[in-house]
């Protein structure tokens, strides 16, 4: 018989990682006893807190040297906040900014965070690049080619066409995540630029699911891509196993849950990237305690021609 010192070791990270995930359904506080998403210290009036300032690792591993969640596979990727590496954005003044999906790991769009200082200023799109920003902590003002100025909130967006003039200021610390895409132009179809919030858009049906779902930008043909906005219930989660031709760069906004990406099963919390490639198996449920949000970009309205 097999002693149990005999057991490879890759047998005891299976172990432990089933351990971890038994725990979850008993633990308290969640992930293996990590903290909760929103702690004594935490201000329950601020959206999106946990992405602002997220939890760098879970607790009982926060002393472990070169831990990270962050995961890259060739159709897949989850980037977490621990590895975020922050630097000047290009064209942007006194704004630091981390990419988390790029051309580099095999996407046609590209996905960062915008930590805005005091007096920043952002800089414009390469050529025939178009822009779609979201508030995570604000307010931010975006100014048109007009000279025309909003002030954007937490929870509202700006989709920006390609080669459209327009600039966003702070005047204080501001946080966006901010998508771009070179634009596939479409004969007698033209974007317009659009500016709103989460609140106003409506819930869609979705059947034979149960999150509910909100379409940040039209679903017409001028727009190549759109942004949805998810929400899940403790305990729900998808009932279609995804596999598409699609592209995905997803932000978890608030809660924590499993992500399948191919093979593979994350748990995953507020502060977490996720890319997902063509064709990659894909599918999520939502635990804890809280409701689960995410952002979520999909390529649309093209032929994969």
Known sequence: MQSF??????SLLLLATLLCFLNLA???EGFCSAPSIIDSNSNGNTLYSKVI???LSPSHLQDLPGFTRSVYRSDHALITPESHVFSPLPDWTNTFGAYLVSPAMGAHFVMY?????????SGLPPKDVERFVFVLQGPVTLTNVSGIGQTLMVDSFAYLPPNSEHLFESFETAT?????????????HIPEPIVGSTD??????TPGEVFQLRKLLPTTLPYDFNIHIMDFQPGEFLNVKEVHYNQHGLLLLEGQGIYRLGDSWYP???GDAIWMAPFVPQWYAALGKIPTRYLL?????RNPL
């Open 26 to 28: 008993v633990s308290e």
């Open 297 to 301: 970009y999909k390529d649309v309205n």
């Open 113 to 121: 965070i915008a930590k805005m200082q005091e007096s920043s200023k």
């Open 176 to 188: 966006l995540v901010v998508f771009e895409r070179r634009y596939a132009y479409l004969e007698n």
């Open 268 to 270: 995953v919390e507020a």
């Open 53 to 55: 300032n997220p939890t």
């Open 5 to 10: 010192s005999a057991i490879p070791s890759i």
């Open 200 to 205: 106003q858009q409506p819930l869609l049906d």
